[in-house]
C-alpha cells in the first residue's frame, strides 16, 4: 500500500494494458482495511486513499487480481466511508 500513482498506474498497465477514461482501479490490502483507487477521469488520473479504523472493506472474491465491476452506486460508499 505504498505504492503512489505511477506505480498503481504501472500496476494497472501490467495487468489490463492501459488506464481507461472514465474508469476506477480499487487496490486492497491483505487484511482489507486499506484502500486505494486510482481514476482516470477523462482529463486526469488521480489516485486516493482510505484507511478503516476497525472492521474490513468487503472483497467479493478474494483472488489476486480479480476483475470486479462496480456501478456509481456501487463505488459511492466506498470512496464517501
Same mark, same amino acid.
Given at each position: 500500500?505504498? &505504492?503512489?500513482?505511477?506505480?498503481?498506474?504501472?500496476? @494497472?498497465?501490467?495487468?489490463? %494494458? *492501459?488506464?481507461?477514461?472514465?474508469? #476506477?482501479?480499487?487496490? &486492497?490490502?491483505?487484511?482489507?482495511?486499506?484502500?486505494? @483507487?486510482?481514476?482516470?477521469? %477523462? *482529463?486526469?488520473?488521480?489516485?486516493? #486513499?482510505?484507511?478503516?479504523?476497525?472492521?474490513?472493506?468487503?472483497?467479493?472474491?478474494?483472488?489476486?487480481?480479480?476483475? *470486479?465491476?462496480?456501478?456509481?452506486?456501487?463505488?459511492?460508499?466506498?470512496?464517501?466511508?
Amino acid at each position: 500500500m505504498r &505504492a503512489g500513482t505511477d506505480t498503481a498506474l504501472a500496476r @494497472v498497465m501490467a495487468v489490463v %494494458g *492501459v488506464a481507461k477514461p472514465h474508469c #476506477a482501479y480499487l487496490f &486492497a490490502n491483505q487484511r482489507a482495511n486499506r484502500m486505494k @483507487v486510482l481514476v482516470h477521469d %477523462g *482529463v486526469g488520473i488521480w489516485l486516493a #486513499a482510505r484507511r478503516l479504523n476497525q472492521g474490513a472493506f468487503h472483497r467479493p472474491g478474494t483472488d489476486r487480481g480479480l476483475e *470486479v465491476e462496480l456501478d456509481a452506486e456501487q463505488l459511492q460508499p466506498l470512496m464517501l466511508g
